[in-house]
Structure formats: structure tokens, C-alpha cells
């Protein structure tokens, strides 16, 4: 298709810019330097897109509730439910960013934002409830009794002067779920229980990608919570995705070089027409829609982007692509010396011949001898300690697992383990590397020399036994 | 092809003595470059630099970083074995001891954060930050929030700063069960023959051409390549044994032209050494002792050679009986242990549908009155259960000649299995002319 | 430890302090057990000084029998400090990998003598290489966190470096600890600790001190010596991390690892996977083989005339069993010395006769009656007075003034029995070790015992040894014969008669070129030059040469026969004169120790069969008469324990608790002597049950019986057969 056709007529018009503005590299440069600021702080820094994509409902409900707390001095608890990536943060911070434009809310509003990665139990948690509110001052060196009395102090603290209003407090849990293995969930309690009681505004907004998380809650936590959720299930179409793709990509109008920018967009809008950069979007899209898989996607592609290719190609989508699913697995195995896989083929037929059993190194190599008996001119024969050298390696790289980890004391040849490889990684794994073993045995016939000969024969070999194993 | 590293932002210069220093990874530290982007630009949040051992992770990451001057901290999680530790170090090399101190005793990962967060707002960052972990894997047995929060770290501290991990394990073994941020996956690909021949040859010996070297680097390649390929490994193998290969030259024997002569002189040389050197048999300097004064290799032998191990008279008994035990199944012990065992019918007595020898399976456990029941009736003579005897049981497990099966608190009916191989235990009896074979089921 | 060991359990060490009250306890003991408080003090006097002499000899012997290893592993552990220094950038240094030096110590399994090794080579360690010498015990750092290890090394080296006092008033260096007590335990600590103390010893490095005998470079930056005292009892994932830290370390810091290893070599390959060994440049050092090292214990400390103390057959048998039975531990068998020493000098009032000569003789001279009456009524000493004529028997009777001149002659004579029974014993041996399939032993430690037992002449092994040696090929002869007068020309002080011994030498220089001469005969060559390599000194070289000649001229057998015999016969009346078994002599129990069975029970004790007698035959313990019955049965009077014991004897596998009720009802009214015929007989009241239950809990606790889920009101048996 047309790979060589299509960037041609950018980078043509590209030339003619050049021409006609005389901008030389340097300008090129600064330009290009530009576009990968914007790109790379909307793709690596998650900056927030004007509106979120594809998810205005829930925005609309969530600020809804937000704007009651913040305004009407409501109290609440929602949970936001999504997979991983979907824009949960980013749908919370878009909602938090319109309702602190407001000028009043701004100066009223209080927001403590947790996360459950970080306070990974309550005492944590309170200190740094303590210290967003800046109240340690306050706090002092005051012991409380329960964690109940704290909180509570805390909010009280938050009175103005008047005791008739509070400040609206924003509790933000990031990784909810993760609070709920806390030592019998006091703080969710807590904050839920506060929350219900109308005696400060609070609002608890949990975010979490787990579907059952009310499951995890006790049940005295779920009746105070108020069973408001919001599900980011992207019901997202494929044009929706190819436009959120495009968009993502293009430059904004006020970029300082508006030519550049123009034949950037102009590019972009090629690319997107492109099969195969389209076949790319639909696999991907089919594997997951959310927006951070397409940035780790597009960051790979840009980061191509340079003088001497000023503008997004099809080759490099492909590139990144490539890049970003490429199988781990296949690639380590890649690395292995023949010993190493020739000893995964001989645990692979254990693992066909006992159904998958666990196996020890003393039956591996007794397999792996046979394979030699069978082909005794191919793999000059290996001492014990070299082959469980070997052995040892695959075990390092977990390619093989111990059965009962942590387990040192039995003899490490009788170690029981089993292989975590399939073999949809493990066929093509030694084609590739039977092929790989051609070329080497092809250069090494090309620099003829004694003992390399030697060697080839070997190589030939051992592929041959490869081959026959493996088919066998 | 000659891919010379180029990024704005960066010193032309500098980049040029890298791509200098970084033989056959350019593909990988210019696709890393690029993805760094200039030192002002956001970089993604958390890398993951996946590839086999000695293909240059570290070292391409470091020379990057150091070279170009980028802040950054770089440790090796088997040194930072605790949390703190890690957090302690990380801010130390970020934003000097006085950062450092700032952590409580036992530092949280919030506290971490907070003092990130602090110090950064007093120096906010003109440059990308990169914390460069080695070893990851081990970050999966510290507490578990941690591998998370450092992935999304760059969110959680609101800085520019990227965590790169490095790890000879896929991505896969890493990824929590309720998922989390997914890095960026760079794969450093093995070194071909070719690149490990080229790189090899790279520090020849000064006192000999470069060619000669390189021939030599063929030669051990064409030994050890197929069991190994790892640089360090055989960078030190050569070191090792190119004086051996260089001695006729020396003696004036042979010519650097007449490579074959020199092949052939050093090929079983090497091939000695896979089985000594290459395994830590016979430490590097006593290989290279035996190399200068001409002995045989046979006339040092590895560690493995001095296997004996002196035993009183009982606890050799004591381990030939859990020998038997372990590698006898129980219902066999009537008929090796009773003087009248009834009429036990060999060919009923060899089960054969047992699939696999016992020497195969490796021992079973057994428990403590099926060792003694044994011991008994192997010893000759008639012996005292006195403290002594059990107190040897103890202490050929502390010698880990036996294993304690379960946990040591366990006192009724302790189970045991032996640890010794067969070799071992035929040393043994023969020492107290035991004919041990006539006891094994396997060798019936 | 000893709790690791193959003696393990056979032992209680008691802390030192407490040792020391119990010494003076034991003096106190020594006075009060005499019924007249005469001696008691000289014995344990005695029996101190020979103890300390014994401790210290044995500790020389330790220090001399490891030197060589030692001074080995001092070498090496030199040449890797200096080749740390000189880090040439010569080619191969910079291609090789930096691996970490390591000492693999094998002890052999013989763990508590260790300690001692240990504790000399980290002293030796101390004054000859480097300060920093830390060693560490796998029980310290086994807890879970790999950090305890490091945690552990860096403590015990900064602690050492700021107790250390030539440093203290230097302010620099005060604050070095200091600093270091923030930063928690990392190697990267260490490194800087290590920088800032060398830079230290590089400015004090004129001054005057005890590092400047050292040559300049170890002066310079010692190396840390890491010591894994056991290396098997390790974790071996603490291991393999802090292997692998110390690698990445190994440029800055010159860290040295010795692996105290009790099994073999081979553990090392066990514990640490290739990935870690890889890190490791381990060399070998084996130490001697305890048994070699129990051979010479026992020949310093036992075959020998200088200490007036002896062992009898039997006990010294005792010992040697526990060695090479249970543990080969030659620090046990030299506690299990002491304890007999102590027992004798406990046991044995007369014992305060078993001392120096002199101080011998003068106690004999203050012997008090009783001690006299005791002397007499010794078995030995009866024989004595048996043998003598009828009015000297009468003097030795009645007057105590000849009894002490006698026992002072009988003392000096037992003296002399000594001195001449070691010595003919070596030379024997010497004889007779050599001789194909040892009839009388390969050591000569079983020569010894089995002379202890009785006339050893009159054994077969004797002859048949004999025979062999007339058997011998003339140059073997000679040899072994040569071996003989060697051994014997040693022992100046015994008291053989001279003019035997040279008619022996004569007797043997004739036999020498006689055994070459009918060699040359059959080969029909002169080997000379080899007679001449094989004598030594000029004496018999011209006696040879003589010799030589005359039989030259004289072709015949005969003579060369009749020296052997000759000789042979010679030694024959030597050792038929001199081995005689100590028991014949008089007095012998003034410094034989005799009674094995204390000293088995007390080294070797069995647990079980004493519980198990305890229950059979309570009488054997509480010496109750009416506890006595014949065997099998056990009285109705018995301890509850006793009858339940040997009722659950007759039952099976699984006790039904009411029949065990019952018939322990019937048995314990028995003994309340009711009328077998009155039907409340046997019946079963709430005091026998409750006496039942606390038996069979009892039983339980002892692990005869147990409870079991399979049958209801049933307990299983635990133990088999009658024991």
C-alpha cells in the first residue's frame, strides 16, 4: 500500500514552507521541539482536555452533585466505577476545575485528596486529612481517644466564625478499594458517617476500578453510604475513537508557528485516512478502548517525531505499534543459548507426556539425555553442572516456577517446578530461533575457518534436533 | 548502521562520545533518548527496560543519564532492601542529605511523597527527574502499595519525573491482580554472535595485534556461545585463558597466521575450563596458578571433588537408614528389614507400574520411627537409644544432611527427608562396608 | 554452638560465673565427704592443678594442631590485601570479573570444638591483618528481614572501631560513628565508614602504634574479613543478597569472606546458585581430620607418664566410644576426662597419694590410720601382703611406720612401671602398627587398652603379631626394627637396664646388613648405596660396613635367623616384663580410675529406658522394700503411675479407659487388703478414679498414651514392645 506515496506530499509541502518562509532548521526545530511540549504533556503529564470525551453524561451528574455540596452545603458520597485508564481522575478533576471557577465556591471550598496507594492505613490517613486542612497547628500534640473524636475535632476546627455555616469539605479517595483492607474501615466509617449526618457539608468521592467494591465494604460502612455510583463504561464507537485520536494529535489554534501547525493538523488528517495506521486503531481499539493505552501509542509514535522527520507517518504509528504490543515472553526467550532451550523442549514434553505435572531438574535431564542418545552426534554432551547452570538461569528468569515457593531446603535438583510457558509463546519462539540459527550457521560458513566448522556442523545439528523435538 | 544519537536539547558532542561508548546499543539509547525528549519536556511516567542479563540496561541508562547530566537517582533494589531505605536513598541522590533527613524513622510512602512534594515546591523541576531502579523483581516482595505508587509516582508528587525499572522478568510477572498503571515496556534484546564478537574484541590485550584477539574471541565463542551469553561471563572467560592460548606464540611454536595451530592447542583447554572455571569449580585464580605452572587440570580438583564428609559411626548408619527411607517406598521396608519376611513374591513385589525410579522423583519424607525402626535393624550391633542418637538425628539436619519437614515447633511425629545424593551415601557405606544397593528398591 | 553438633545434648555448659561458685561448692564437697576432714582440700588441690595443667596442654595442643591451616589462610588472606592494593589496570584485571575472595574453612563436623578455632583465628586475625574482623553466627541472623545480617556486621565493626581507644580523643573520627548511627544500615554506610577511618589510619599512620609493624599497604586499608562461623545453619537467600551487595561493593571496599563449613565443599554449590558462586573466588582449606587430632590428645595427654592420673581400661574405652560413636568431638572427650579426674579425686580418699613423686612420697609419710586401714584393705595391696613372707605380712599389719615405707617403695615402683610401660608400649606399636591387617590394632590407642585388659602375651593377636613379624622380609624387618630402636632410644629416661639396651642395639645393627646381604644374594647386586641412604648416623654406618664383611665371608643363612630370633625373643621378654596389665600392680587404684559405668551414665545417657525402669521397677529408685517383686509383675502398693504403666502394657493398640479403670481398681484394692471374696471388691470410688486420671494424664505427659478421635472413651498406645 501506500507507505512511500503518502508522506510524500507533506513532506513536499513541508519543503515549500521551508522555501517560501525561508524559516530554516533552527525554526524547524524550535517547532518541532513545541510540538512534542504539547503532545508529550497531553500524553505523559494526562493534562485535562477541555471536555472530557465521551462521558458528558456523567460529567454533568457529577458536577451536579459537587456543585450541591459546594453551594448548597449538601452533604454526599458517590463512587466513581471504572476500568483502569478510563478517565476516572480525569472526569473528577475536569468537574473539580469548572466548580472552582466559580469564585465563591473557590474561596469556601475545602479539598483533602487520598489515595489509597499512599495512606496505607488510617493513622496515615488522618495525618494527612490533618495536614491538607492545615490544621496541624491546631491539632498540636492533643491525643484523642477514638479516631471518631479526631475527625470530628478536625471538622469542627473548620467552623468560621459564626457557628451557623461550615466549609464544604471534598474527601477524595483515589483507589478506594484499597481503603477497604484497612483495620475494620474506621475511616471510611467515619468519613460515610459524617457524610450522612448534616452536621458539615462533606462530600466523599471514592474512585475505583473494581465493579464489587461495595462487596469489600462492612456492613455498617454500606448503609451510610449513599449507593450513588458512577460507571465510566466507555460505550465509545470507533469514529468516536479515531476522532478522539485525531484530536488528541492535533496541534491547538494558538501554536506560534501557525504555518507549521497547519500542515501538522493537514498530516494528521492524512494519517487518520491511512489503512493502515486505520487497522492499527481498530486492533487497538478492540483490545481496549481507554485513552491512556492510545497515549502510551501515540507517546511511542511522537517521540519519532524529530527535524529530520518533522511530521507524524503511517511508519511510525506501525513502529509504535509494534513496539507497544510486542510478546514479552518471545522476546526472553529469544535471548536463551541453545542449552537453556533446548532443556524448555525437554520440560515441554514432560509437561505433554505427564499432563502438565510438575517436574524436578533430575527429570529434565534425564529427558534432555535421551534427546542427546537420540541425536548423539548434534549437542556435544553437557556435564550435570553446566546443564543445572542452565537450569538455574531459566528459573531466574521465571520462565520455570518453583511448586512450593520459598521452599530452600530440598536438593535443588529435586526441586519441583512447573513451566509458564504455552505454546502459542513457545512455537513460534523455535522457528524464529532455528531460523536465527541459519543465519549464524550461514556467516559462520561465510568466514570459513576451522574450527567455526566445527561449530556450524553443531549449530546445523542441534537445529535439526530442534526441529525433529519440537515436532515431535 | 550507524545510528548517531540525536535529540535536541542535548550537546551534540556529548552525544556523539556516547554513541561512542554505547557499541551496539544505539537502537536502544536512541529509541530511549527520543522517548525521554528534551530534558525540559514531560517524559513518561514509569518505563519498564526489560532484557537478559549483561546486555547493557544499567549501562545504557547510567551513561545516558550521567553523561547528559540529568538529575537522577539510580540504586539496585537488592541494596535498598527496605522501603525506607529506598525512599531515603531516592531523595538523597534527588535533592541532597538534607531531603533525606526530612524522613520520619520508619518512612510510609505517603510520608515519602509529602517530603517529595515539599522539596520540589522549594526547587520545582527545569528538567525531567529519573529515579532508575535495578533489580525491580525484588520491589514485588516489598509491601505491595509500593510497586503501584511508583508507577504512577510522576501523578502522585505532581512532578516531572520518570521512574525507569529495570529487570531481567517480563512485565507480566509484575502486574498486580487488581492491575495498575501500565509503564512503558523497552526490550534490550540479546547480543547477537556477531555484536558479542564485535564487542569482545574491543579491549584486545595491548601486547598483541587485535586481529590475533579477535580470532581468539571466535574460538571461545565457538566453545561456550551455545551454553552462554553472557557478556560479563565470557568477557572474564576470555580474560581467563588468553594467556594459555597466546603460549605458543610465546614459545615461538606457532605463528599469529596459523590460527588452526592455535585452535586446536586451545580448544580442549576451554573445553576444560566449561567444566571448571565456567562453574566455579576451581576459583579463577587457581585456574590461572594451574595455567602458569603447566600442571594437568586434573591435579586440582574442584569443590565438588572433596565430597567425603567424616561421620561418627552411628550418624553414618543414622543416614544411610533415612537414605533408605526416603528412597524406599514403606511398604517395601518389610521385605528388605524382616530376617523371615513370609514369602513375599518378587515379581508382586516389583510393582511395575510405577512409572518413574524414586532417584527420579527425589525422597519422600518419612518420619522418625520408620528412621529409627531402620536404623536398628541396618546397625550392627545392638545399640542403647541413648540421648546421644537422637541428638545426632538434630544435628544432621542442622548439618543439612537431613531436612525437618514442617515447621520446627512441631514435636509429635516429626517427618524428615534426607538430602544427600547417591553418590553421597555409597561413600558412606562403603566406609562401613554396607552394601547399600542390596537395601534400594531402585536398583532391584 | 554445642546445640549444634554432633554431641549435641550430651552436655550442660553452665555460665561462668555460676562455674566458679561451683568450683568452690566442689571444695567445699571434697571436705565435707570425708569422714575426717584430713586431705579433702590437698585432693582438690591435686586434682585443680592437674585439671589446669590438662586445659592448657590440650590448648597448645589445639593452637599447634591448627596452625598450619591457619597460618594458611593468614597467607591468603595477605596476598588478597595486597593484590586489593595494587588494583593494576594491567589488561587482565580490567577484563576479569571482580569477584569477591573467599576462604571456604572445612572443620569437619566436630562443631564445638570450632569455637576454639574461631576465636584463635580471629585473634591472629587481630594482631597480624586488620582490625575489621567480624564474625557472625547463623542464630543471629536468622531472622526474616535479609537486613539483619548487614544490621549485624555493621554494628559489631563500627562498634569495634569506636571502643577502639587510640582514636578516641580524635575529634574527626568521634564524629564518624556518630553520623553513621543516622543512616541506617546500608553497605553504602559502611563504604563511607571505611573511607573516613583509613583516611585516619593514613594520617596516624607514623605515629607509633601496633599496625606499623605491618607492611605499608595493610597498614594502609586493611580488609574487612567477614566470618560465617556456620555457614551450613545459613539462610541461604541472606547469603545470596548480601553475596550479591558485597559484589557490587567489592571495588570500593576490600571485603574477604571465610565460610566455616562442617560437611564439605560441596554445600557451598548447594546453598548458593551459580548466579551467586559466580560472584565468590573461593579457595579450599581443609583442616586435619579430628581423629588424627584425638590421637594426639590421646597420646600427650594419656599414653604418657607425667601425670600421676590414670584411666582403667574400661573408662577409657567409654571415651573413645562416645568419640567415634557419637560425636567426634575432642573437646567432649577431653570433659569427659575431667569429669573422671574429678570423680576419682572425689570418689577415691587415697587419691591424695596420686600426685608428683615427691609430693607423693611426703603425703604417704602423713598418711593418718584410717587412711592406713583404707590402704590396707585395698585388693591390690592385699595381694601385696599375700605374697610376702609370714612376719613381714604380720609388720604390714600392724605397724603403720612400715606400711608408709612400704607404700612409698611401692609408689616409686608403680612410677617406674609407668615410665617403662609407655615406653615399650610405643616401641611395640611401632613394631606392630605397620604389620598387614593390625592383629593388635592400627592405633596405638587400642594396643594400649587391650594391654590394660589383661596379659597381652597371652593373647592370639600377640602371637599371631609375632609370627608376622618373623614372617617379615628381611628389609622390612629391618625397617620396622629400625623404627623400634628409634622409639626406643627416645624414652633416655626409662628405666631399662642400658647394658639390654645395647646388647639390643647390637643385636640389631648385626641384623641390618644381614637383611641386605641375603637381598643382594637373591638379586645379586650391591645395593649399598641404598644401605647407606638408609642408615643415618656414622656409628652404625661403620658398624654396617663391618658387619657387612664378615658376612660376606661366611654364606649362610643361619646367622641372620638366629639374630632375628635372637631379637625378636628380646623383645618378647621386654614386653612380657614390662606391658604387664596395671591391675597387678600394687596400689594401682591410688591413680586408676575405674568405675565406666558412672562416667557412661553421666555422658551418655539414656532417657527413655530410665523412665521406662522408673515405671517397671519403682523399687530401683525409691528404695522401698515392699516395692520388690520378680520381674513382670509390679506390686499393688506401687505409685499409681508404676500400675497403670504395667497395666496398659498388656493392651493393644487402642486402651479402653473403663477396662484400664477397672483392672486398676482390682489392683489397688488389693493393696487395700480387702477380702478378695466382699463384693465392694475392686468396685470403683471416686478416689481411685480420680487417682486413675491423674495417672494416665501423667502417662500421657510422658508420651506412653494419647487421646484419639477414632474410637470414643478409648486412648491410643504410643510405644512397642517390652521397653
Redesign the interface.
Known amino acids: 500500500m501506500d507507505f512511500v506515496s503518502q508522506p510524500l506530499p507533506v513532506s513536499v509541502n513541508y519543503m515549500m514552507s521551508k522555501h517560501k518562509s525561508g524559516a530554516n532548521c533552527s525554526a524547524a526545530g524550535e517547532c518541532v521541539s513545541e510540538v512534542q511540549r504539547i503532545l508529550r504533556e497531553r500524553f505523559c503529564h494526562q493534562r485535562l482536555p477541555d471536555k472530557p470525551m465521551g462521558l458528558e453524561s456523567q460529567y454533568k451528574h457529577l458536577l451536579e452533585l459537587l456543585r450541591r455540596t459546594a453551594v448548597h452545603g449538601e452533604s454526599n458520597s458517590v463512587l466513581i466505577v471504572g476500568p483502569r485508564g478510563a478517565g476516572k481522575t480525569m472526569l473528577l478533576s475536569c468537574a473539580l476545575r469548572e466548580l472552582l471557577d466559580l469564585q465563591e465556591v473557590k474561596k469556601n471550598v475545602l479539598l483533602v485528596q487520598l489515595s489509597g496507594l499512599l495512606q496505607t492505613d488510617d493513622r496515615i490517613a488522618l495525618r494527612e486529612i490533618t495536614r491538607q486542612l492545615h490544621l496541624e497547628n491546631v491539632v498540636g500534640d492533643r491525643v484523642f481517644g477514638s479516631f471518631a473524636e479526631n475527625l470530628v475535632f478536625l471538622l469542627e476546627a473548620l467552623k468560621k466564625g459564626d457557628k451557623s455555616s461550615s466549609r464544604p469539605v471534598f474527601f477524595i479517595l483515589e483507589e478506594f478499594d484499597l481503603f477497604a483492607h484497612h483495620k475494620n474501615q474506621t475511616l471510611l466509617y467515619n468519613l460515610l458517617d459524617v457524610s450522612q449526618s448534616a452536621q458539615t457539608p462533606v462530600t466523599v468521592v471514592g474512585l475505583t476500578c473494581r465493579l464489587d467494591v461495595l462487596e469489600l465494604l462492612e456492613k455498617r460502612v454500606k448503609s451510610r453510604f449513599s449507593h450513588r455510583q458512577i460507571h465510566l463504561l466507555s460505550s465509545l464507537s470507533f469514529c468516536q475513537y479515531r476522532d478522539a485520536f485525531r484530536s488528541k494529535l492535533s496541534l491547538p489554534d494558538d501554536f506560534p508557528d501557525s504555518k507549521f501547525s497547519q500542515d501538522w493538523n493537514v498530516s494528521i488528517l492524512k494519517l487518520c485516512e491511512d489503512k493502515s495506521v486505520d487497522e492499527i486503531l481498530r486492533k487497538h481499539f478492540n483490545s481496549s478502548t481507554d485513552f491512556r493505552s492510545l497515549h502510551l501509542l501515540l507517546l511511542l509514535a511522537v517521540s519519532r517525531v524529530s527535524v529530520s522527520n518533522p511530521t507524524l507517518r503511517a511508519a511510525d504509528i506501525l513502529e509504535a505499534s509494534r513496539m507497544s504490543n510486542a510478546d514479552t515472553k518471545a522476546n526472553i526467550l529469544h535471548g536463551l543459548s541453545i542449552l537453556e532451550l533446548c532443556l524448555i523442549i525437554a520440560m515441554k514434553h514432560l509437561n505433554d507426556t505427564y499432563e502438565g505435572e510438575p517436574f524436578n531438574f533430575q527429570m529434565v535431564h534425564n529427558e534432555f539425555k535421551k534427546f542427546i542418545q537420540r541425536k548423539s552426534h548434534s549437542i556435544h554432551n553437557f556435564e550435570q553442572p553446566v546443564v543445572l547452570k542452565a537450569f538455574e538461569h531459566l528459573l531466574q528468569l521465571e520462565l520455570i516456577r518453583p511448586v512450593d515457593a520459598g521452599v530452600c531446603k530440598v536438593q535443588r535438583e529435586y526441586q519441583l517446578m512447573c513451566l509458564m510457558l504455552d505454546q502459542t509463546q513457545f512455537r513460534p519462539q523455535w522457528r524464529a530461533r532455528s531460523g536465527q540459527l541459519m543465519q549464524e550457521k550461514s556467516d559462520e560458513m561465510w568466514q570459513g575457518d576451522e574450527n567455526t566448522k566445527g561449530m556450524t556442523l553443531q549449530n546445523s545439528a542441534t537445529l535439526s534436533t530442534l526441529a525433529c523435538l519440537s515436532l515431535a | 548502521m550507524p545510528a548517531v544519537l540525536q535529540c535536541p536539547g542535548y550537546p551534540e558532542a556529548k552525544l556523539r562520545c556516547l554513541a561512542e561508548s554505547l557499541q551496539c546499543r544505539e537502537v536502544q539509547a536512541s529509541t530511549l533518548l527520543a522517548l525521554m525528549g528534551e530534558p525540559q519536556q514531560y517524559s513518561y511516567p514509569s518505563v519498564f527496560i526489560y532484557g537478559h542479563r549483561a546486555t547493557g540496561k544499567s549501562h545504557v541508562v547510567l551513561a545516558l543519564l550521567t553523561e547528559l547530566e540529568l538529575p537522577h537517582a539510580a540504586m539496585s533494589c537488592v541494596e535498598c532492601f527496605s522501603r525506607g531505605l529506598l525512599f531515603e536513598q531516592v531523595l538523597m541522590a534527588l535533592f541532597g542529605p538534607e531531603a533525606a533527613a526530612l524522613l520520619p524513622r520508619c518512612a510510609s510512602f505517603s510520608d515519602f511523597v509529602r517530603v517529595y512534594r515539599q522539596m520540589c515546591a522549594q526547587e520545582p523541576a527545569d528538567q525531567t527527574r529519573y529515579i532508575v531502579l535495578e533489580r525491580a523483581e525484588l520491589l514485588r516482595n516489598m509491601e505491595a502499595n509500593l510497586l503501584p505508587g511508583l508507577l504512577r509516582l510522576q501523578e502522585l508528587v505532581d512532578d516531572n519525573v520518570t521512574v525507569i525499572l529495570l529487570s531481567e522478568i517480563v512485565w507480566d510477572k509484575f502486574r498486580p491482580s487488581t492491575g495498575c498503571f501500565e509503564p512503558l515496556l523497552l526490550h534490550f534484546p540479546d547480543y547477537t554472535k556477531a555484536e558479542l564478537q564485535q564487542i569482545l574484541s574491543r579491549h584486545s590485550h595491548p601486547s598483541y595485534t587485535p586481529e590475533l584477539y579477535s580470532s581468539y574471541i571466535n574460538i571461545l565463542l565457538g566453545v561456550f556461545y551455545s551454553v552462554c551469553r553472557d557478556l560479563r561471563e565470557l568477557r572474564h572467560l576470555a580474560a581467563l585463558n588468553f594467556t594459555k592460548f597466546c603460549e605458543p606464540l610465546e614459545k615461538g611454536e606457532a605463528q599469529e597466521s596459523d590460527t588452526h595451530k592455535l585452535w586446536r592447542r586451545v580448544e580442549p583447554h576451554l573445553k576444560r575450563a566449561m567444566q571448571t572455571v565456567y562453574l566455579r569449580e576451581v576459583s579463577s585464580v587457581q585456574w590461572e596458578q594451574q595455567q602458569m605452572d603447566e600442571k594437568e587440570a586434573t591435579a586440582l580438583r574442584g569443590l565438588s571433588a572433596h565430597a567425603h564428609v567424616e561421620l561418627p559411626y552411628y550418624s553414618k548408619f543414622l543416614l544411610i537408614a533415612a537414605y533408605l527411607a526416603s528412597y524406599n517406598p514403606a511398604r517395601t521396608d518389610r521385605r528388605f528389614f524382616l530376617k523371615h519376611h513370609g514369602k513375599i513374591k518378587k515379581t508382586n513385589f516389583l510393582k511395575k507400574h510405577e512409572k518413574t525410579s524414586n532417584h527420579l522423583l527425589g525422597p519422600k519424607p518419612f518420619p522418625l520411627d520408620r528412621l529409627l525402626a531402620i536404623f536398628y535393624s541396618v546397625v550392627d550391633s545392638r545399640v542403647a537409644p541413648t540421648a546421644s542418637i537422637f541428638s545426632q538425628i538434630s544435628s544432621l539436619v542442622t548439618l543439612q544432611l537431613l531436612t525437618h519437614i514442617g515447621h520446627d515447633d512441631q514435636l509429635d511425629t516429626p517427618k524428615y527427608k534426607c538430602a544427600v545424593s547417591l553418590d553421597f551415601i555409597f561413600a558412606i557405606s562403603r566406609t562401613v562396608n554396607f552394601d547399600i544397593v542390596r537395601y534400594l528398591y531402585d536398583f532391584l | 554452638m554445642t546445640t549444634?553438633?554432633?554431641?549435641?545434648?550430651?552436655f550442660v555448659f553452665k555460665p561462668d560465673l555460676k562455674k566458679r561458685k561451683r568450683t568452690v561448692d566442689i571444695e567445699e564437697y571434697f571436705v565435707d565427704a570425708d569422714d575426717d576432714c584430713s586431705y579433702g582440700r590437698e585432693r582438690f588441690s591435686i586434682c585443680r592443678s592437674l585439671w589446669e595443667k590438662i586445659k592448657t596442654d590440650t590448648e597448645i595442643l589445639q593452637d599447634e594442631l591448627n596452625k598450619k591451616i591457619l597460618d594458611s589462610l593468614l597467607e591468603f588472606i595477605k596476598k588478597c590485601t595486597s593484590s586489593f592494593q595494587c588494583r593494576s589496570d594491567e589488561?587482565?584485571c580490567?577484563?576479569?570479573?571482580s569477584?569477591i575472595?573467599t576462604a571456604?574453612l572445612?572443620l569437619?563436623?566436630n562443631?564445638p570444638d570450632h569455637d576454639m578455632t574461631f576465636q584463635s583465628l580471629s585473634d591472629l586475625l587481630q594482631e597480624s591483618v586488620t582490625p575489621f574482623a567480624v564474625s557472625v553466627q547463623a542464630k543471629e541472623c536468622s531472622g526474616m528481614?535479609?537486613?539483619n545480617l548487614m544490621q549485624k556486621l555493621l554494628e559489631r565493626l563500627m562498634g569495634v572501631r569506636v571502643t577502639e581507644e587510640e582514636y578516641e580523643e580524635d575529634p574527626s573520627l568521634s564524629g564518624v560513628p556518630l553520623q553513621q548511627k543516622?543512616v541506617?544500615c546500608?553497605?553504602?554506610a559502611l563504604c563511607q565508614w571505611y573511607k573516613a577511618v583509613t583516611n585516619v589510619r593514613k594520617h596516624i599512620k607514623f605515629s607509633p602504634g601496633k599496625y606499623c609493624s605491618l607492611e605499608n599497604d595493610v597498614l594502609q586499608c586493611p580488609p574487612i574479613v567477614v566470618i560465617f562461623k556456620?555457614f551450613?545453619?545459613f539462610?541461604?537467600?541472606v547469603l545470596q543478597?548480601f553475596i550479591?551487595?558485597c559484589s557490587?561493593y567489592i571495588q570500593e571496599l576490600p571485603l574477604l569472606l571465610v565460610f566455616g563449613i562442617?560437611?564439605?565443599?560441596?554445600?557451598?554449590?548447594?546453598m548458593l546458585?551459580?548466579?551467586v558462586?559466580?560472584l565468590?573466588?573461593?579457595?579450599?582449606f581443609?583442616s586435619l581430620?579430628?581423629?588424627q587430632h584425638l590421637a594426639t590428645v590421646i597420646d600427650k595427654l594419656i599414653l604418657t607418664a607425667e601425670f600421676p592420673f590414670k584411666l582403667s581400661g574400661k573408662v577409657l574405652q567409654v571415651l573413645v566410644n562416645?568419640?567415634?560413636?557419637?560425636?567426634?568431638s575432642v573437646r567432649n572427650f577431653v570433659k569427659g576426662l575431667q569429669l573422671a579426674l574429678l570423680e576419682h579425686f572425689h570418689s577415691q580418699p587415697l587419691s591424695v597419694l596420686c600426685c608428683k613423686k615427691k609430693h607423693a612420697l611426703l603425703n604417704a609419710q602423713k598418711l593418718s590410720h584410717q587412711h592406713l586401714e583404707m590402704l590396707r584393705q585395698l585388693p591390690s595391696f592385699m595381694r601385696y601382703v599375700e605374697a610376702q613372707e609370714p612376719q613381714e605380712q604380720v609388720q604390714l599389719l600392724t605397724s603403720d611406720k612400715y606400711v608408709k615405707e612400704v607404700c612409698q617403695k611401692l609408689l616409686k615402683d608403680i612410677r617406674k612401671y609407668h615410665k617403662n610401660y609407655y615406653c615399650i608400649l610405643r616401641c611395640l606399636s611401632s613394631l606392630t602398627s605397620s604389620l598387614p591387617k593390625y592383629p593388635l590394632g592400627k592405633h596405638i590407642r587400642e594396643l594400649h587398652m587391650s594391654c590394660l585388659e589383661r596379659n597381652i602375651w597371652e593373647t592370639n593377636e600377640y602371637e599371631s603379631a609375632i609370627q608376622l613379624l618373623r614372617l617379615l622380609a628381611k628389609d622390612e624387618l629391618v625397617a620396622t626394627l629400625k623404627k623400634f630402636v628409634f622409639v626406643l632410644s627416645q624414652y633416655l629416661y626409662s628405666t631399662i637396664p642400658f647394658n639390654a639396651r645395647i646388647w639390643f642395639w647390637n643385636k640389631y645393627t648385626m641384623l641390618c646388613p644381614l637383611g641386605m646381604h641375603v637381598e643382594d644374594v637373591s638379586e645379586g647386586i650391591t645395593p649399598l648405596g641404598k644401605d647407606l641412604q638408609k642408615k643415618t648416623d656414622l656409628f652404625h654406618l661403620q658398624k654396617t660396613l663391618l658387619e657387612m664383611k664378615g658376612s660376606r665371608r661366611t654364606k649362610k643363612m643361619t646367622p641372620f635367623e638366629m639374630l632375628k630370633n635372637e631379637a625378636l625373643d628380646f623383645i618378647d621378654c621386654f614386653v612380657r616384663s614390662h606391658l604387664s596389665p596395671p591391675e597387678l600392680q600394687p596400689l594401682h587404684e591410688v591413680c586408676y580410675y575405674s568405675s565406666s559405668g558412672f562416667l557412661r551414665q553421666h555422658l551418655?545417657?539414656?532417657?527413655?529406658?530410665s523412665i521406662q525402669t522408673a515405671l517397671s521397677q519403682p523399687f530401683y529408685y525409691l528404695q522401698n522394700e515392699n516395692l520388690k517383686t520378680d520381674a513382670g509383675t509390679v506390686s499393688s502398693s506401687a505409685p499409681d503411675i508404676c500400675i497403670v504403666y504395667k497395666l496398659h502394657l498388656e493392651c493393644g493398640r487402642l486402651i479402653n479407659l473403663y477396662d484400664w479403670l477397672e483392672a486398676y481398681a482390682t489392683v489397688v484394692s488389693g493393696a487395700e487388703g480387702k477380702d478378695p471374696d466382699s463384693e465392694e471388691y475392686g468396685k470403683v470410688d471416686e478416689l481411685k478414679h480420680a487417682r486413675f486420671i491423674k495417672a494416665v494424664s501423667e502417662l500421657e505427659f510422658l508420651?506412653f498414651v494419647?487421646s484419639t478421635k477414632q474410637k470414643t472413651d478409648h486412648v491410643a498406645r504410643l510405644t512397642w514392645g517390652g521397653c
Open positions: 549444634s553438633s554432633v554431641s549435641k545434648g550430651c589488561w587482565s580490567l577484563m576479569r570479573a569477584e575472595p571456604a572445612v569437619g563436623v562443631v528481614p535479609k537486613s543516622r541506617s546500608s553497605i553504602g556456620d551450613e545453619a539462610n541461604p537467600h543478597d550479591f551487595i557490587r562442617a560437611t564439605s565443599p560441596c554445600t557451598i554449590q548447594h546458585p551459580h548466579s558462586s559466580s565468590l573466588c573461593i579457595e579450599l581443609q581430620s579430628c581423629t562416645i568419640f567415634l560413636y557419637h560425636d567426634f551418655n545417657a539414656t532417657p527413655r529406658t508420651g494419647k
